[in-house]
């Protein structure tokens, strides 16, 4: 066998980790982020914003809206300020699962949390947004007849139009009761340039899952119904973010949080 044919596809959630500084990354992820950043290059201080936009939104959920289950879709590799961290901080008590359709994401989010009685990972794809409703584990931890959690934290962009990513987050939707929330960071093109555009489309289309940048009209489609959390849908840097000391660089990034009435 080739040493061509045993190359691995790059990996989204491996690229992300090289991204933000991880060490869960191969050589293939580290050269497609390496490809990325020449293509939009701050993309890395992005993909900070993003993170540090899920610590707050965490924190805000937990500490003021009073919201003790979390779900988490399309989590990731484990890194700093994982989701039940941070609502255990402010809430003890509170249930987290972690969702992702990745084996190596679910086998390290199980390692992490051997020890957490009240967060478990299980593997489930959000194509199929019934199949995580419907977990048995999940349903164990979590109960949608009341207020709920639901984070779709930089996945979204990863769900392309002919998927029906509309229909997705409306089932979910559907699901969560009256005083739920939802949680969305989206990649955007709104401020890139159609070149860069085109180069990042290239290089994800070769990893595990290709992606599609949406506008800012499109991302806000998906909090259809909902009560927009101040200040509404905005950069991921500008999020409830009361220690930014300076404007922001360009959107790479909307994120928002909705409440269910």
């Given at each position: 066998?080739?040493?061509?044919s045993k190359r691995r596809a790059p990996n989204v959630a491996r690229i992300y980790d090289y991204l933000l500084g991880g060490k869960?990354?191969?050589?293939?992820?580290?050269?497609?982020?390496?490809?990325?950043?020449?293509?939009?290059?701050?993309?890395?201080?992005?993909?900070?914003?993003?993170?540090?936009?899920?610590?707050?939104?965490?924190?805000?959920?937990?500490?003021?809206?009073?919201?003790?289950?979390?779900?988490?879709?399309?989590?990731?590799?484990?890194?700093?300020?994982?989701?039940?961290?941070?609502?255990?901080?402010?809430?003890?008590?509170?249930?987290?699962?972690?969702?992702?359709?990745?084996?190596?994401?679910?086998?390290?989010?199980?390692?992490?949390?051997?020890?957490?009685?009240?967060?478990?990972?299980?593997?489930?794809?959000?194509?199929?947004?019934?199949?995580?409703?419907?977990?048995?584990?999940?349903?164990?931890?979590?109960?949608?007849?009341?207020?709920?959690?639901?984070?779709?934290?930089?996945?979204?962009?990863?769900?392309?139009?002919?998927?029906?990513?509309?229909?997705?987050?409306?089932?979910?939707?559907?699901?969560?009761?009256?005083?739920?929330?939802?949680?969305?960071?989206?990649?955007?093109?709104?401020?890139?340039?159609?070149?860069?555009?085109?180069?990042?489309?290239?290089?994800?289309?070769?990893?595990?899952?290709?992606?599609?940048?949406?506008?800012?009209?499109?991302?806000?489609?998906?909090?259809?119904?909902?009560?927009?959390?101040?200040?509404?849908?905005?950069?991921?840097?500008?999020?409830?973010?009361?220690?930014?000391?300076?404007?922001?660089?360009?959107?790479?990034?909307?994120?928002?949080?909705?409440?269910?009435?």
């Amino acid at each position: 066998m080739s040493c061509e044919s045993k190359r691995r596809a790059p990996n989204v959630a491996r690229i992300y980790d090289y991204l933000l500084g991880g060490k869960d990354n191969y050589e293939e992820d580290r050269l497609a982020a390496q490809q990325l950043l020449q293509a939009v290059p701050d993309a890395a201080i992005a993909a900070w914003d993003n993170r540090q936009f899920l610590g707050r939104a965490v924190k805000f959920l937990a500490e003021e809206a009073g919201i003790g289950q979390f779900i988490d879709i399309g989590t990731g590799l484990p890194t700093r300020g994982n989701v039940h961290a941070i609502a255990h901080r402010h809430a003890p008590q509170s249930r987290v699962v972690y969702v992702d359709n990745d084996p190596a994401v679910i086998a390290h989010g199980n390692v992490l949390l051997n020890n957490h009685p009240n967060a478990i990972a299980i593997r489930a794809d959000m194509r199929d947004p019934k199949s995580i409703i419907m977990h048995s584990e999940l349903r164990e931890l979590i109960k949608f007849d009341e207020p709920v959690a639901v984070l779709l934290v930089a996945v979204l962009h990863f769900i392309r139009d002919a998927e029906n990513p509309f229909l997705i987050v409306d089932e979910l939707k559907s699901a969560m009761a009256r005083g739920s929330y939802l949680v969305i960071s989206h990649v955007t093109d709104d401020q890139v340039s159609g070149e860069a555009t085109r180069l990042v489309e290239g290089i994800y289309e070769n990893a595990n899952a290709p992606g599609t940048a949406r506008s800012r009209r499109d991302i806000a489609k998906f909090f259809e119904g909902l009560e927009m959390i101040p200040p509404g849908l905005v950069s991921a840097a500008q999020w409830r973010n009361e220690w930014m000391l300076a404007e922001p660089g360009r959107t790479i990034f909307y994120a928002g949080a909705g409440k269910k009435r």
